[in-house]
Structures are given as structure tokens and as C-alpha cells.
């Protein structure tokens, strides 16, 4: 009973794990661009869920869509104001997405406050399958990563945007001189990685809590969980995510949760060491 309670619990937290990687996948593993404000847009979809939903009363799921449609936004800002002028300049990106990070951080903190704000959960109430108790909220959030991740797939392989996304991925000369317009390509995909981040601080924000703060604890996750599952896979991500999700739970059962994620982590270094491009790793030809 203890061994498949923390089996659902990790599948919760694999879900969880998904959501937040998904906008690195995007943003990190087809447009080679490291995002260090990664967590500051989880953070920012966040605060919009708590406006919408509990200051200005919307339902759940208008602050959701509303979460993404703002940092979204955001996204396509920065992009053309900063990301644009720096590609294929990996330390300055890096710079600039941090001192990004920092700016926005502490702005959000001097306007909104450093107080931790919390959202009701919107679906209250638990599910009893075999004396193992389930909360209607983590059934949500597990079919929420799934229909985010089909959609996400169905984007960028069924579309036409999808198909020019990936060629200006693989040759951006060869696809400017077929005429499409890469600037507004890169525009499109950045912002809807981040807009996917935004989404995440939304789902995450019932349960975890709002503050300036929150990103932190969530872009090492992400960056780890790309690089294992491979930078461009968004299978890879998704094995990734339940490995780190379900190793994390069960040695959490028996141990306490900071002694859990040290040794999950040195598991991803000694994984890394021996995997270096993740466990899918794109083809060249």
C-alpha cells in the first residue's frame, strides 16, 4: 500500500516536473537559447492566476488561459527588445536572461510584496482507489501535462508553423532564402515557450504558493530534466520527468526529501557522464 501510494504520488510529481521542463524544451532545445529567467516567467504566470482567479474572482480556468496569453506576451517582448540582438552568443544570453531574471524578480517584489499569496485549490476533494487516496487536484494536474504535451507535440510536427520552426532550427540561411521570415519564427516560438512556463506557475500556484521568490526552486529542476531526457526530445522529457518524479517519491518515503533529490542527483550526473547529448539525442546527418 505505502509502495503504490508513493508510485501515484510520483506520477503527480513527474506531471508536475513536465509542465514547468516543457517551456526549456521549447525555448532551450530548438532555439538554443538558455532562458535564466525561466523560473521568473513560471513565477509571473503564477501571479496572474492569483489575480485573475482570487483578486478579480474569474474561474480557474480563465486564469489559466490567461496565464499564458500574458507571459506569452512578455516572451515576445523580451524577445525582440533582448534575445533577438544576442543569437548564437551564448554567454551573453546567458548574462542577459539573468540580470533579466534579476530585474523582474525584485520588480514584482517591490509592487506586489514579499508575502507568500495563495490560490484555492480549484478542485477540492480526493479519490480513495484500494485505501490509496488520490486529491482531485493532482488527477487534474496529470491529464493537464498530457493534453499540454500533445498539444505542444501536435504544434510543432502537425503545423506548418511547426515545420518552419524546425527548419530554421536546422538551417536558418537555407530557410531565409526560401523566404520565410525567421525573425518572426523565433518571435512566435520564444513566446510560446515562455507563455508554456506561464502555464506552469498557474498549475503550480494552488499548491505551492505565490512570491517573487518561487522561480528559483524551479529552473535547476527543468534545465536537469532536459538534459537528461535530451535537449530536442520531448519523449526524452517526458521519461525523464517520470524518472526524476518517481525516484524522487519513492526514495522520499524511506528517506526524507532533501537526501531523496541528492541522490537523484548524482544518479542524473553518473547518467550524464555516460549520455552526454540525454537519453534521446537528435540524429545528424
Given at each position: ?13 513527474s506531471a508536475?516536473l513536465?509542465?514547468?521542463?516543457l ?16 523560473g ?31 507571459t ?14 544576442l543569437?548564437?552568443?551564448?554567454a ?6 539573468y ?10 517584489n ?8 495563495y490560490?484555492?485549490i480549484?478542485?477540492e ?5 484500494g485505501?490509496v487516496?488520490?486529491?482531485?487536484y493532482?488527477i ?11 498539444v ?13 520552426m ?7 540561411p ?46 535547476t ?12 526530445s520531448m ?7 517520470l ?5 524522487t ?14 541522490l537523484?542527483?548524482?544518479?542524473v550526473?553518473v ?15
Open positions: 500500500m505505502f509502495i503504490a501510494a508513493q508510485l501515484i504520488n510520483g506520477i503527480s510529481a508536475l513536465l509542465i514547468y521542463s517551456g526549456v524544451v521549447v525555448i532551450m532545445g530548438h532555439m538554443n537559447v538558455v532562458n535564466m529567467a525561466h521568473e516567467c513560471i513565477m509571473l504566470g503564477a501571479y496572474v492566476c492569483y489575480y485573475i482567479n482570487t483578486v478579480a474572482g474569474a474561474p480557474f480556468f480563465v486564469a489559466l488561459i490567461m496565464s499564458f496569453v500574458v506569452a506576451l512578455f516572451g515576445l517582448l523580451i524577445e525582440r527588445l533582448v534575445i533577438r540582438k543569437y548564437g552568443k551564448t551573453e544570453t546567458l548574462l542577459a536572461t540580470a533579466l531574471s534579476l530585474i523582474v524578480k525584485q520588480l514584482v517591490l509592487i506586489c510584496g514579499s508575502e507568500l499569496k490560490i484555492a480549484p478542485f476533494g480526493h479519490l480513495d482507489i485505501g487516496t488520490i486529491p482531485y493532482n487534474f494536474i496529470i491529464l493537464f501535462a498530457a493534453v499540454i504535451l500533445l505542444t507535440w501536435i504544434i510543432f510536427y502537425k503545423t506548418p508553423f511547426g515545420t518552419k524546425r527548419a530554421v532550427t536546422s538551417n536558418r537555407m530557410t531565409e532564402c526560401l523566404g520565410i521570415n525567421a525573425h518572426a519564427v523565433d518571435s512566435l516560438t520564444f513566446a510560446f515557450g515562455v507563455g508554456l512556463a506561464g502555464l506552469a506557475g498557474a498549475v503550480l500556484a494552488p499548491i505551492r504558493g505565490v512570491s517573487p521568490f518561487m522561480g528559483a526552486s524551479y529552473i529542476d527543468s534545465f536537469i530534466n532536459v538534459c537528461v531526457g535530451g535537449l530536442q519523449i526524452g522529457t517526458t521519461l525523464s520527468s524518472l526524476i518524479g518517481e525516484s517519491s519513492i526514495l522520499g518515503g524511506f528517506w526524507n526529501e532533501v537526501d531523496a533529490k541528492i537523484v542527483f548524482l544518479i550526473v547518467l550524464i557522464r555516460f549520455r552526454p547529448d540525454g537519453l534521446f539525442r537528435k540524429e545528424k546527418r
